[in-house]
């Protein structure tokens, strides 16, 4: 498959005092046209704002520092306003975490959904509606006419969640960033805009990139994930292999913290301590002061990647071992 | 059943009023309302762990405030220890409330932020007189080290810990009366996983060296899987299923604990056809429920029988299921 989106030793960081804070460190990888990838990680671990920088939509002071971003040929890292704007929307949508705060509460959902037509000139005036109203079929809005002229407060959380995908889609993006697109909806609500999600990707031959915290929600739906602790990327697989052979201590830790129903009055085992702060990260692996497998390398500089079998690659010293008896699973 | 439940719920019922426009008052129509709970019963044994869980809206919240005595119920009972709290008279009221505490969702606001950890601490046990006040100190010092905390934390305030230490202080204060039941109010959904999986532990290990009993609710079926013995399921307001949490997970009863099972994105991608037909709509609106079962409207197996209201139905192994069809359900293996 041809790549779509290469993202290039990505840095971001934000101005404080006298230096700037590194909240995203050397990130690299590449999503492929109507692939579906993964990024997990926990809160504050920069997953948000990676996808962020993506379309360029870094809050606050934060900025790229280096790297590039390569979406279709240009680089978005070093792209202005004007290069942006046609990319935003109509090459690449975006859907986020909270659908009521990302729709306009004064606006109707179906202006809301028609207005990247009109701003893109997608399609032409008098079709307008036409498309908006077959965008809200797509997503499995019920009775379109009567939801576009509602407004989102008169929307259920599943159909707002809906609404902001059909605006994402509107102008047929070739990517989509979802960050936490389901952390706010009940369980059989998360399924079906799960499902949604799938169903549109393989119909529509869209790539996704789904960040989440959530290890069941990537399992289900993505191709490859990477998982980020402290800023960085520290591993990257195919999805199977990321469950079945993780090799980072990290992952390890993180899969064997979550309860499963085949472990169930096993104890978990948690990973003690928390992630540093981004402004007194460890020299060396970030993950050194709270990892199981630490020696004296893993202070003294941050581990190369490392090619792993099975795919994909992790950057540790000491990884855990292929086979091993994983205590996950 | 030969000993007394620590807490038994039998037939409560809980509106709530909506506001009524100033036309409808005028026009006399009547008020509308929510329907939280509708004759819930259920009872948790001494040092059981019962997981309450449903989505959002379901009532399960509301439940937990009954339980505690926070919101009055409309009818029905709520007796502690054979106790009927709805009739104890302040006095009394006062020492059950001592007897019952509860672990909020959200430790942050829960907590005084211009309060050091360590007075948030004393006062509830300076309040009932827990220790002489010679050794409230040695008190708190003992709290912090059962939740895992250092005793340096008794100097700090709300703002200077992390989510998951607050939450050790917000079980901690909990514990600082010496109660007897627990209700946690998802108490650890704020929280990742890693420090989700710290808490969880932490209230496995207190439950285990106190003897607690605990009310612990949430939407997480994980969580509840991994912390709790029994376990009831709501839709709309009523209780659908009851039962052993192992067994009601492995064969649920009612279709609406199969969908909210098969709902569960697992971490597992051989497991991927587990969302292929997901539960198709959304909960009906509390003010105007379905009649009969509440589920019928978006369930899969709904007849015409479901129009009327379906009977609890006793089954095997301690349980039971509100669906007409909670026997062919539970043998129906798929």
Redesign the interface.
Same mark, same amino acid.
């Given at each position: 498959m041809a790549e779509l989106l290469t993202v290039e030793h990505l840095g971001i960081g934000i101005p404080r005092g006298e230096g700037t804070v590194a909240l995203v460190e050397d990130v690299s990888f590449t999503v492929r046209a109507g692939e579906a990838y993964g990024i997990v990680g926990?809160?504050g671990c920069g997953k948000s704002t990676t996808i962020r920088a993506i379309i360029r939509l870094l809050a606050g002071r934060a900025r790229i520092t280096q790297g590039a971003i390569r979406f279709e040929g240009a680089d978005l890292a070093n792209a202005d306003e004007a290069r942006l704007r046609p990319l935003r929307g109509a090459g690449i949508g975006m859907i986020f975490q909270d659908p009521l705060t990302a729709l306009n509460p004064v606006m109707t959902v179906g202006a809301q959904i028609a207005e990247g037509l009109r701003y893109h000139g997608t399609v032409p005036p008098s079709e307008r509606r036409a498309r908006m109203l077959e965008v809200m079929r797509l997503v499995g809005l019920p009775d379109p006419a009567r939801i576009a002229a509602a407004f989102p407060h008169e929307l259920?959380?599943?159909?707002r969640q809906r609404a902001a995908i059909a605006i994402a889609l509107v102008c047929s993006p070739r990517l989509l960033l979802a960050d936490e697109p389901t952390t706010a909806l009940?369980?059989? @609500?998360?399924?079906?805009i799960?499902?949604l999600l799938s169903d549109l990707r393989s119909r529509l031959g869209m790539a996704l990139i789904l960040v989440t915290?959530?290890?069941?929600?990537v +399992?289900?739906?993505c191709d490859r994930v990477a998982v980020m602790y402290s800023g960085r990327i520290v591993e990257e697989a195919p999805?199977?292999r990321i469950?079945a052979a993780p090799r980072h201590p990290y992952t390890v830790?993180?899969?064997?913290?979550?309860?499963?129903?085949t472990? +169930?009055?096993h104890?978990?085992?948690? @990973? %003690?301590g928390?992630p540093p702060d981004p402004a007194q990260r460890p020299t060396g692996c970030s993950f050194a002061p709270r990892c199981p497998n630490k020696q004296a390398d893993c202070e003294r500089a941050f581990p190369a990647w490392t090619i792993a079998a099975g795919g994909g690659g992790f950057a540790c010293y000491h990884p855990a071992t292929v086979g091993a008896d994983l205590a996950h699973g | 059943m030969a000993e007394q439940p620590l807490l038994a719920v039998e037939a409560l019922n809980k509106n709530f009023p909506l506001r009524r426009s100033l036309v409808a008052g005028l026009m006399g129509r009547p008020h509308r309302r929510v329907q939280a709970a509708k004759s819930v019963s259920f009872a948790i044994g001494r040092g059981e762990s019962f997981g309450l869980v449903g989505?959002?809206g379901c009532g399960k919240t509301t439940l937990g405030r009954l339980v505690l005595g926070l919101l009055p119920a409309d009818d029905g009972a709520i007796l502690f220890e054979g106790q009927d709290i709805a009739k104890t008279d302040p006095a009394g009221r006062r020492a059950l409330r001592r007897q019952m505490q509860m672990v909020f969702q959200d430790p942050y606001s829960s907590l005084n932020p211009r309060i050091r950890i360590g007075s948030a601490l004393a006062e509830p046990i300076r309040l009932h007189g827990i220790v002489p006040r010679a050794e409230v100190q040695a008190e708190v010092a003992r709290l912090l080290e059962r939740v895992g905390l250092p005793a340096s934390a008794a100097t700090r305030y709300p703002s200077e810990l992390?989510g998951?230490q607050r939450q050790r202080v917000g079980i901690a204060r909990a514990l600082s009366v010496r109660p007897k039941l627990l209700v946690a109010d998802e108490a650890v959904s704020g929280l990742?996983?890693?420090?989700?999986?710290?808490v969880?532990?932490l209230l496995?290990d207190l439950r285990r060296d106190l003897g607690l009993t605990l009310l612990f609710i949430s939407?997480d079926?994980?969580?509840i899987?991994?912390l709790c013995e029994t376990v009831g399921v709501m839709y709309l307001g009523t209780m659908v299923e009851y039962g052993p949490? %192992?067994a009601v997970?492995a064969r649920p009863a009612h279709p609406y604990t199969r969908?909210?099972l098969?709902? @569960?994105?697992? %971490?597992?991608?051989?497991?991927?056809a587990?969302?292929?037909t997901?539960?198709?709509g959304?909960?009906p609106s509390p003010v105007n429920p379905p009649s009969g079962c509440p589920f019928r409207t978006r369930c899969p197996a709904a007849q015409a029988l479901c129009e009327t209201p379906p009977p609890r139905v006793t089954l095997p192994g301690g349980r039971w299921a509100a669906c007409h069809f909670a026997t062919e359900f539970v043998q129906d293996v798929r």
């Open positions: 926990e809160s259920s959380g599943g159909q009940d369980v059989t @609500i998360q399924a079906q799960l499902k915290h959530d290890l069941g929600v +399992a289900q739906t999805i199977a469950f830790a993180l899969l064997n913290s979550i309860p499963r129903g472990r +169930a009055n104890p978990l085992h948690p @990973i %003690a928390m | 989505e959002s992390s998951g990742d996983v890693s420090v989700r999986a710290q969880l532990n496995s939407h079926l994980g969580v899987e991994y949490t %192992a997970f969908a909210l098969a709902s @569960i994105p697992r %971490a597992d991608p051989s497991a991927s587990a969302h292929d997901p539960l198709g959304e909960p």
